[in-house]
């Protein structure tokens, strides 16, 4: 745990996997918090840690819903559609159980260029428990690539928002 004192969150998610013997890896499937998106999520006023792309952005924030971490949410969702109530409610009994991105290999195996760079699109499964109900959240989030005045307009990856696929 030591190693994680740079990555504040990470302490945080140390601590609730520390019931499992099993080496905890990163909440979006990747191998490690410490080298997937714990440097997104710690460093995100820090415009030499934000996420390079759309769906390293969308993992990021599936990683910050898990880990309940509401200022890394609004910073990278878009000001146009950002809410102003809060979004992570801590009383709230929600567990996330896992993050499948569709979309992301299908685009790279047909090498598909987008038509505008700067706008994304990530489609993606994520399945979670509230109250001991299991349930699965499909969405094709878009995403676009604009000035942070917050970083002093250096170009960041955003949330914008989502449609949700027919259940067909």
Partial sequence: ???NVAFPSLLLFDLQM??????????????????CCGPFIDGYLDPARLPPT???????????FTLRNEPYLLATWHPSTRPAERIVDPDEALQWLGLEVKSTLRLRQRK???????????EFV???????????????SRFLREPD????GVPRWFYVDGEFPDKS
């Fill in 112 to 122: 598909v260029e987008p038509a505008n760079p700067d706008e994304d699109f990530v």
């Fill in 149 to 152: 005045p917050a970083l002093g």
């Fill in 54 to 64: 759309a769906e390293q952005l969308m993992r990021s924030r599936y990683t910050a």
């Fill in 18 to 35: 520390s019931k499992s013997k099993a080496p905890a890896g990163c909440p979006c499937g990747g191998a490690a918090l410490a080298t």
């Fill in 1 to 3: 745990m030591a190693d």
């Fill in 126 to 140: 994520a399945r979670f428990r509230v109250a001991g109900k299991a349930q699965r959240l499909h969405e094709v």
